[in-house]
DNA sequence: TTAACATACATACAGAATGTATGTAAAGTG
DNA sequence: CACTTTACATACATTCTGTATGTATGTTAA
């Protein structure tokens, strides 16, 4: 069983980022030491440090590998209809969903914007599961669905209001009773900005 | 000029707290070394240590004071009119123009919930500076200003669409401009509640 | 008023964690 | 087949938090 440099390479980063995802969304950033991540990855620091030169680096490897996994989700959701209202509604509750599910909140939305920095963060964020909301909302503004309004600014509003979502609902205790409600909520807060 | 106990206590940790302030908010908590903020304070580890146990407790004091001061001018803004409606709109308004033009938005927004954790830093959150949000809300609803819906939701929902509007609108390099469509954004966003 | 005690620090040191410099074996390349 | 690059391993330097201990000064009660 012979490995080219390739297929090791890509082994190995895939190995660390595993095993670190997994430290870093149960331990947090901070308190997830690198000693163990690469032990309990099963190579060494110099590996490591190889691939991705820094924790912070490893970090956003992590990061990334979580919100494309979310914002693949959220795109095969929302293109279930053909209505664009329909679409944004389906799109920012899968969202939602998906991200409470998925028990890396902490990588993306609380550990993420302190350890890379907000805008960097912001970057990814848009670039990989934040996309579509912009895109979604300028195209509605276009068709004439939504009033006149900032679509950058509206974006950030919704994109904040889903993320302290996501937190909240992963804190009550019944995540299926405050997801309703938190679906009722972001059904009438976009009812406001329909056009008449 | 003799100093009592209470007040040489006092002193230091105001002195302390402003000194960590500035650091924590210009390098961020992690870059902001212990040694660094004593020495600008004129004091040493020992009294740090002394008085807020660890670099996590006084971050927490930090925030605290943070809080405290942006609580306060949403508090006075709101109470300027006697419509119900009307306070709950300048009271966000007052909270984003105010957090923006404090340069701490890394302390209060972006590092407070990692360094802290959610959890605590939601209840700190609420205690200082979003309390009179989830009453104000509370309040309408009861009089039959708002829609049916559930206020724990919703107020997760306005805060963190208020919470991203303060970083977005900080990056922008228009201020003014920006804060104008959030305000706009936020009325419209409002609106989806009003009972019909 | 003075002995006993508590408080507010200072100092030195221990422990842990990140990052770097250097070495090495294997794969790739001309 | 020489030689270069890559993918690591290992040892070490640096840095930072936290703790243990010492001390001077203010406070309190007999």
Known sequence: MKMSKAEQKQQTMQKLIEVAREMFSKQGYADAAMEDIVKQAGVTRGALYHHFGSKEGLFQAVLASVQKEIGDRV?????????????????CLAFVSSAVEHHNKRILLIDGPSVIGWETWRRMDEENSMRHLREQLLTMQ???????????????????????????????PDHEKSLKEISTAITLLLEGFRAK
Chains 1, 2 share one sequence.
């Open 75 to 91: 795109e095969a959701e929302a293109a279930k209809s053909e209505d664009p209202w329909q679409q944004l509604i389906l799109g």
């Open 142 to 172: 276009e068709q004439g669905y939504l009033r006149p309004v900032s679509i950058d600014a509206l974006t950030h509003l919704l994109s904040g209001a889903m993320n302290e979502a996501v937190l909240w609902i992963s804190e009550t």
